[in-house]
């Protein structure tokens, strides 16, 4: 294992992905499957999201466009969290999910859109929650 970049990609990984969902992820690693989580923060995060040559933002679109043609409906919905801390506005997640149901068809697009519009709806409840409090 590349130190280096597992330690670059845990960084990136809670960045985008949260530090809640990070932690959720490490504390619910087994002997099983924990390996598979260094992988993944090494090889995805740390090789891929650590290369500054392409801007998360767009790193955040892409994954959006590749999981839903994949129809890997959860991560798709980790990753529309991601898109929006990464600056993706609620308008070019509409645009992308309008080229999604072009390309992938409209039965993907329309799960998209449903995940979507329930997250947006989360976060504006949870941003309302934090306003009262």
Known sequence: MDETLAEAGLKVRREV???EYVRRVADNATDFTRPFQQLVSEYCWGQCWADDTLPRRERSILNLGM???LNRMEEFELHVRGALRNGVTAEELRAVLMQIAVYCGVPAGVDCFRRVQRILDQETNE???????
């Open 67 to 69: 999981l839903a043609a």
């Open 17 to 19: 992905l949260g530090d």
């Open 127 to 133: 941003r309302s929650a934090e306003a009262s409090r």
